[in-house]
């Protein structure tokens, strides 16, 4: 009796969406060039999709057009993250709602330390959401432990936010945010690139224990390699602003044998 | 100006007389001679091409209403002895008593009619000597017209601030106080002040600092939105001396801060710092002028405005490296951060250099806000005015940094980030 009813309460959370995008069309603000070109993808709670594709194909523009980044025009379709449209929120209230995207290329924000941020950060969610603010403390203790697992030395954790990080030291940084925030839909743009294999190692498993069933991730990435550290649901190709084809695992596999020609030509 | 306008300008300056008693009178005649022969200046004057001095020189000093910002008093938690002006006028009730180790504290209205003060061989001189190569008659007026001041004489290491507090109770009060400041060989000292003042002051402070010996400064300038400030620094540094000053401003509708620094001994250290936050009918000026006059010195010239709602911000900074001051070093810096296109920082930094090993660099930028970590900040759930704020702050840093004190620099910070929560809210 008890473990039909786990089975059950598995089902629907398998079930549940996250992230629902439907026929998103992005331009841009300032010229008339159209990015995204009609993107349908569907994220259940707990999955983890991962899209690939050539340079230039829309990852990363999809990525910022939901985090809400000045610039572009969305000039038709939606996006709902449990069961709230993102497109139509502040990038602030879009993180608050469980949005969180590690940048491909991270910001440096000299004059601000990265712990200041990082609580600024922490707090104002917890505002956002009606919780108590945590103490300085509290933060303390829990950023702590979050930076050692990363290997994030006190060092950097003083130092303002990205400056003079090394490329590596920048992406393990997104993840401690991310691990910090504790996001429900998380979107790695490119996390891997300037990795090195032990550092891909620990992001990964920073990654990989963030993974839950109330977690959703979208992982961008050129290389198989990462994927072998986050095994992802499902994989998407993108190319020229449209996801044109979905498969399991081995559709990176694929990619990484045999470049894009073939999955291209065969929508062409 | 005006013909007319010039006549009663002039006529008004015939008509000006000094106390011509005690140990300053000479001092003070001989710089109302200086100021008549100058004449006071105009908008046409090169080194007020950016600032309209008219309100400063003008026979009234305009109206400015009192602002209560309802906050606590700056420095509150700062153990400091505090010397109170109200409108211009020592408050003895207010003020702490004026004895303090390493420290002879006394004022120039007390002692004005003595004959004889250690002060008399300083009060006006510095003045005096930063009227060349440019003329500062509003510094000269001062010298003549001042109703007080504080005259210390640092002997040795002071164990707390001396903390200069002006109150601004009247609205058409117009102050002129002058200040001088003898920090002898082994001496250091720290003096703040903070306050408005007065609708109008004008304020001097003479600076003379031996061998050795070092000078702190930081001050924040009343919040009230309309009061006017013109306030002179002139310092002189003996060898190995060291120099520190920072400056805090906001609100205010016209601010004249100008700094001339002489570095006469080798190895002397001067810093000169500021940060303005300007929004709405804000004018604010900073001019500096440091002459490197031996061996070995440093300068240092740190500026950040951060501006608003059409304010203004203003820098001129100038680098005078006379012929055999070798091995100079001299760094200016200043920046503006706009927040919005109405807003406008005017720069004029200027090198003169007459010795050959010299290294100096100046730089001037002025920009909006960086919208890449401003988006940044936002995806992280930091709504987009806290954001703005932190970056303002982020921005203003560097000028703060220049503090030695952790705990002045601590409250200065935390003002700020309170103005800027407020304003936010
Ligand atoms: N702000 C912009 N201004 C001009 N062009 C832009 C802008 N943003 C994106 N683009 C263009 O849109 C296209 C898609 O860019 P995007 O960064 O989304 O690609 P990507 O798939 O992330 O590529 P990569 O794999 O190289 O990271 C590119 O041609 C890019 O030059
Ligand atoms: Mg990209």
Partial sequence: MQMTLVLVVKNVSKEKKMLEIKNLQVGLEEEDKQILKGVDLKIGAGEVHAIMGPNGSGKSTLSYVLSGKDGYEVTGGSAVLNGEELLEMEPEERAAAGLFLAFQYPVEIPGVGNMTFLRTAVNAQRKARGEEELSAGEFLKVIRAKAMELEIDADMLKRPVNVGFSGGEKKRNEILQMAMLEPKMCILDETDSGLDVDAMKLVSQGVNALRSEGRSFLVITHYQRLLDHIKPDVVHIMANGKIIKSGGPELALEVENNGYADLLAEVA | ?425
């Fill in chain 2, 1 to 425: 100006m005006s013909v007319a306008d010039a006549n009663t300008a002039a006529n008004a300056l015939d008509a000006l007389s000094v106390d011509n008693t005690g140990w300053a009178a000479d001092a003070r005649s001989s710089a109302l001679a200086r100021l008549r022969e100058m004449g006071l200046q105009t908008k046409r004057d090169e080194y007020w091409r950016y600032t309209d001095p008219a309100t400063l020189t003008s026979q009234d000093a305009p109206q400015a209403a009192l602002f209560d910002a309802g906050e606590k008093p700056l420095f509150d938690d700062v153990e400091r002895l505090k010397i109170v002006f109200v409108d211009g006028v020592f408050d003895a009730e207010a003020s702490d008593d004026l004895s303090l180790e390493n420290v002879e504290i006394s004022r120039l209205a007390e002692t004005a009619s003595a004959d004889i003060h250690w002060a008399k061989t300083l009060y006006g001189t510095l003045e005096s000597n930063g009227q060349d190569p440019v003329e500062r008659p509003l510094a000269a007026m001062n010298t003549a017209l001042a109703s007080d001041g504080v005259l210390m004489r640092v002997t040795g290491k002071v164990s707390k601030p001396v903390s200069l507090i002006y109150r601004h109770k009247s609205e058409s009060s117009d102050a002129i106080l002058h200040h001088v400041i003898k920090v002898e060989q082994g001496g250091d000292i720290t003096l703040t002040e903070n306050g408005p003042a007065a609708a109008r002051f004008n304020k001097v402070m003479e600076v003379d600092i031996a061998d050795g010996a070092s000078f702190h400064h930081v001050r924040a300038q009343g919040r009230d939105h309309e009061r006017r400030a013109v306030t002179h620094i002139f310092t002189r540094l003996g060898a190995e001396s060291t120099f520190k000053s920072f400056t805090l401003t906001a609100n205010g509708v016209l601010t004249r801060n100008e700094c001339v620094i002489e570095l006469t001994g080798d190895d002397a250290v001067a810093t000169v710092a500021g940060a303005a936050v300007g929004d709405g009918v804000f004018h604010h000026d900073d001019t500096v002028f440091i002459t490197h006059d031996a061996v070995n010195c440093e300068s240092r010239q740190v500026f950040k405005k951060v501006l608003r709602n059409g304010a203004v911000g203003v820098f001129q900074g100038k680098i005078l490296v006379k012929e055999g001051a070798q091995k100079t070093d001299g760094y200016q810096i200043s920046q503006s951060l706009l927040l919005d296109e109405d807003s406008q920082f005017l720069a004029k930094p200027e090198l003169e250099i007459y010795a050959d090993d010299v290294a100096c660099s100046h730089g001037s930028t002025s920009g909006a806000i960086d919208e890449d970590a401003l988006f940044y900040l936002q995806s992280r759930g930091v709504p987009v005015k806290q954001a703005q704020d932190l970056l303002v702050l982020a921005f203003l840093a560097e000028a703060l940094e220049e503090i030695d004190s952790d705990a002045l620099s601590e409250a200065l910070h935390q003002r700020l980030e309170d103005w800027l929560a407020r304003r936010s809210a």
